[in-house]
């Protein structure tokens, strides 16, 4: 298995354009979860999906950030419009939750820098 | 309500000595509880995790961590520090809500590992 993938590994913009930020999650997984850490923040969870619908989005931090998940393989983070202090990394993990949460599998993250 | 507390932000060993690092946690029902590994400019791996059933739990590269209900303890340790065991750890606890369940994460120790 490939694992989580996310694309791309780095972008760099600038301010006030559009991002997005792509995850492919593992197959057979129900559940995915997208965080932002920074160094002041630390890791963020931003949204999390189970079974392809948004249980949880308090994490967003404004409307500036959407997030869908149109099947069970893919996944889009987007910001729209971008600032600078959306610069962080980005991570989708990706999990089978039957129950009870269990472990979450992580992507190798996306670096986003917004100029 | 769920919550997660790493007591050290930073902690520093040489090789050769033991590693200690510490979590709390408060949860109103048996939780699962997780360490995560962060190497420089990776994302998270999985170390360990404690479903309910053995209280001491191993984990990969000789770290292990033990359940303690009483004290709302799962401190993570290793009897002999190697140089890449320097990262950032993550403790990580299980959380309920209405439409289900997620992961919070503490705030990470970062291990500095000397020579």
């Known amino acids: 298995d490939a694992g989580v993938i996310q694309s791309p590994r780095h972008e760099v913009t600038e301010m006030g354009q559009e991002v997005t930020l792509r995850c492919k999650p593992i197959?057979?997984?129900?559940?995915l979860f997208w965080y932002r850490q920074t160094m002041m923040r630390g890791l963020e969870l931003l949204i999390y999906?189970?079974?392809?619908?948004?249980?949880?989005d308090s994490g967003m931090p404004e409307d500036r950030f959407s997030a869908k998940m149109p099947n069970a393989s893919f996944s889009t983070l987007k910001i729209q419009p971008s600032e600078p202090r959306d610069s962080a990394v980005y991570f989708c993990?990706?999990?089978?939750?039957?129950?009870?949460?269990?472990?979450?599998?992580f992507g190798p993250g996306t670096r986003l820098t917004v100029l | 309500a769920q919550s997660v507390t790493q007591l050290d932000s930073h902690v520093s060993v040489s090789e050769g000595t033991p590693v200690l690092l510490r979590c709390n946690y408060s949860?109103?029902?048996?939780?699962?509880l997780f360490w995560y590994v962060q190497h420089p400019n990776k994302g998270l791996q999985l170390l360990l995790k404690?479903?309910?059933?053995?209280?001491l739990v191993k984990g990969i590269n000789g770290f292990e961590a033990e359940f303690k209900k009483s004290e709302t303890s799962f401190h993570l340790t290793k009897p002999s520090a190697h140089m890449s065991d320097a990262a950032e750890y993550f403790c990580?606890?299980?959380?309920?809500?209405?439409?289900?369940?997620?992961?919070?994460f503490g705030k990470g120790t970062t291990l500095s590992v000397s020579s």
């Open positions: 197959s057979g997984h129900n559940s």
């Open positions: 993990a990706s999990s089978f939750i039957l129950g009870q949460a269990n472990e979450q599998f």
């Open positions: 990580v606890v299980t959380t309920v809500n209405q439409a289900g369940t997620a992961l919070i």
């Open positions: 949860s109103s029902y048996s939780p699962s």
């Open positions: 999906f189970n079974n392809n619908v948004p249980i949880d």
């Open positions: 404690y479903t309910s059933a053995a209280t």
